[in-house]
Structure formats: C-alpha cells, structure tokens
C-alpha cells in the first residue's frame, strides 16, 4: 500500500531528524529532561506538518533543528552557539527548508557541521 510506505518514509525521517537533534543538543550540553521534552513537542507537531505534505520528508530534520532552535530561544537562550566567533551568537541551520541541512556561522558565512554532527 501506497499509504504505509509514505507512513514508513514519514516515520523513517522523523526518527532520524529526532536523533540529528538529540545529538547536538547533547553535543552542545543542553540534553537535560525539559529539553528532550521540547524535542518530542516539536518532532510530534513535525508528524503532523509531514503528513500532510509527505514530499517535505526530506526537509524534516532542518526543521526541526529550527523549531528546537526558536523554542529553546524562549526557555534558555541562543542555541547552538557559535564556536568560532569571539562575539557570542547562534548558528542558523541552511537551508531553511531544504535537504541535507548544516549549522551556518551567518558572520563567517560558513558552513560549521551538518546538523547532526555539532560533536565532531
Ligand atoms: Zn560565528
């Protein structure tokens, strides 16, 4: 059935763009309860934005890094922060709405890591 494939490919993308995150959250020392908390809020209202549009599977895990990004600009500040830079600020996930989504140091106009891979 044509349904549960993309209910496979929906789920596939939403496990992976959920460990993507955890990663750099853990990476990045912010993976306490409240925050993975936040991460299942947002992959559970991704579920629903991914059903109804199954073509968006792709752009899942920059998404998500991005709604995880705004909600963790209201409980705790700017995150991830910018490794590189003296002058403290966040990175910005590129492409917005995308596949294959890296961290980007917008001052630098570099690449940092793709998400996922904050850790090294
Ligand atoms: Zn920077």
């Known amino acids: 059935m044509e349904g549960q ?14 460990a ?12 306490q309860a409240e925050v993975v908390s936040l991460l299942e809020e947002a992959v ?14 792709a752009y899942v895990a920059g998404l998500l890094a ?5 909600a963790l600009m209201e409980t705790q500040g ?9 002058e403290p600020h966040a990175l910005a996930v590129e492409p917005e709405l ?12 570099e690449a940092i890591a793709p998400v996922g891979a904050l850790g090294g």
Do not use: F
């Open 5 to 18: 494939a993309d209910n496979r490919t929906i789920e596939v993308a939403l496990h992976d763009a959920r």
């Open 20 to 31: 993507r995150v955890l990663a750099d959250l853990a990476a990045r020392a912010v993976a």
């Open 44 to 57: 559970s209202k991704r579920r629903w934005w991914v059903q109804q549009w199954p073509d968006g599977a």
């Open 78 to 86: 700017r995150w991830p922060l910018c490794t590189v830079c003296d």
């Open 98 to 109: 995308g596949p294959d989504p890296h961290w980007v140091c917008e001052a630098l106009g």
């Open 66 to 70: 991005q709604d995880v990004q705004d």
